[in-house]
């Protein structure tokens, strides 16, 4: 009977923290100052993601919920029925999600022999390469989008894939980058620690260093978007203030032929 008691006592010590912090959420600048707080706190610096190798990486299943909340921030830009090329599919959750819901007809590239395994028995081609040394693709062959979801800050030399990838779309490329500029990783500097991505980052990128670097390319953003409702901050405050509240952003760029010609129209 105590122990019955105990749990309805836990379980409703529970429900009123929800609702409290539910409430909290709607008064403006508390989720910012949340956010800083947590920054202002953090105790542990430790490295994530310090993995030898891909194939070990992708031996665990280790899908974050970030990772479906990407794909809902660029899909609906990709036209039902488009064949897609996602570079560095990993397990294939992106190939699975246009396939299911926009009826895409998907293939996949991946660095690691694990990863592509496990993209091709979900009935996906899947090709295993190091996109570093290029995406591999024939001078004709074309895809209506080229994905790189959270890949190019992994990459040794981004530049050159980028503008290969424009070369071999009809309608553009689709980048996802987090926001090295968000307001956590600039406290963590503050602290002397340098943002704690992931280790498997070599590039590191706020909004404006991406929109800079793809200008410097002479490539041309059709479309970005910050829409992820995360730690509660307004989206109408993180889009305004986007290079500083923004944890992620996601661009749609043009194929390199409409890149040329919007170029020489200047």
Known sequence: MRKKIDNNIDRSATSRESFLIRFLRKIPGFSLCSVIYKALEEKDFSFPELVNDYEKYHREVLISP???????LFSDWIKPGSVVLDAGCGEGLVAEYLSRNKKC?????????????????KGFNCVVRDIDVGLGLSCNEKYDYILFVEVLEHLRYPHK????????????????????????????????????????????????????????????????????????????????????????????IAPLTHACIRNTQR
């Open 161 to 252: 894939i980028l503008v290969e990838a424009c070369k071999h779309v009809n309608e553009g490329v689709i980048v996802t980058l987090p926001n090295s500029g968000y307001i956590r990783w600039r406290i963590h500097m503050l602290r002397g620690y340098f943002p704690r991505q992931s280790f498997t980052h070599l590039h590191f990128w706020s909004i404006k260093d991406f929109e800079l670097f793809v200008k410097t390319l002479n490539l041309v953003p059709l479309k970005s978007k910050t829409d992820l409702d995360l730690n509660g901050i307004k989206k109408s405050m993180a889009n305004t203030f986007k290079n500083l509240l923004a944890y992620q952003q996601c661009w749609l």
């Open 66 to 72: 970030l990772c479906h909340l990407r794909i809902k």
């Open 105 to 121: 007809k998907m293939s996949g590239i991946d660095i690691s022999v694990e990863a592509a395994s496990k993209c091709t028995s």
